[in-house]
């Protein structure tokens, strides 16, 4: 089992800057490839960024991609996502999630473990 916990997030104007950790404890964290993933309200949960065991490979949604940057610090079990130049559709409760296969997992389907989200509100 990984227990995932994120945190971070809050209420920022658009333009702004947040950067959300998500905390895993439980198995080795180094063997996981780690996805951010969001829900907007009314709106299905979609694919936002994911990360290979290594750091080796990045991949992001179009939606964010240049704005939002995912990261990983496998010494302190720790995956980060730096959301930069923050727009209201942005708004969400954002989850982390990991998964054992290293390859690129963009579907809800190819994560294992979840965390529990954490809200991010852009106001205009």
């Known amino acids: 089992q990984v227990q995932l916990v994120e945190s971070g997030g809050g209420l920022v104007q658009a333009g702004g800057s947040l950067r959300l950790s998500c905390a895993a404890s439980g198995r080795t964290f180094s063997n996981y490839a780690m996805g951010w993933f969001r829900q907007a309200p009314g709106k299905e949960r979609e694919f936002v960024a994911h990360?290979?065991?290594?750091?080796?490979?990045?991949y992001y949604v179009g939606s964010v991609k240049g704005r939002f940057t995912i990261s990983r610090d496998n010494a302190k079990n720790t995956v980060y996502l730096q959301m930069n130049s923050l727009k209201p559709e942005d708004t969400a409760v954002y989850y982390c999630?990991?998964?054992?296969?290293?390859?690129?997992?963009?579907?809800?389907?190819?994560?294992?473990?979840w965390g529990q989200g954490t809200q991010v509100t852009v106001s205009s």
């Open positions: 999630a990991a998964t054992r296969q290293n390859l690129l997992a963009t579907l809800e389907s190819e994560y294992d473990y």
């Open positions: 990360i290979t065991r290594s750091s080796s490979s990045t």
